[in-house]
């Protein structure tokens, strides 16, 4: 089983970039997939989850009106849209299966259990001028 992140790179303040998360091994509607970011000295953050057994989704406030996530499951990949990057958005971004829920959770809990696995290397996201 594998996730391979690609798609990250520098770009400008207000750029965009679509981050990939390949999936192999595994089928992608019996896991929440999630996005994470980890910056330089910070903690590991929840970014955004899909279930794409009932389309749910769910975004950290950082992010809402910015990204988009998708799953296209005939290529067994999600995808994340980042638009109106800002420098604050620059991290490593890594995706990971959910290995106990289907559906995403709330907003509270996006990123905060402990029952993630299946980690891609990550891709990294520049944001600077």
């Known amino acids: 089983v594998q996730f391979v992140e690609s798609g990250g790179g520098l770009v400008q303040p207000g750029g965009s970039l679509r981050l990939s998360c390949a999936a192999s091994?595994?089928?992608?509607?019996?896991?929440?997939i999630n996005w994470f970011r980890q910056a330089p000295g910070k903690e590991r953050e929840g970014v955004s989850c899909?279930?794409?057994?009932?389309?749910?989704?769910t975004y950290a406030d950082s992010v809402k009106g910015r990204f988009t996530i998708s799953v296209d499951n005939a290529k067994n990949t999600v995808y994340l849209q980042m638009n109106s990057l800002k420098p604050e958005d620059t991290a490593v971004y890594y995706c990971a299966a959910d290995l106990e829920r289907v559906r995403c959770p709330a907003l509270s809990g996006l990123g905060r259990y402990s029952t993630y696995g299946y980690w891609g290397q990550g891709t990294q996201v520049t944001v600077s001028s």
């Open positions: 899909i279930s794409s057994r009932d389309g749910s989704t």
């Open positions: 091994g595994i089928f992608l509607d019996y896991y929440a």
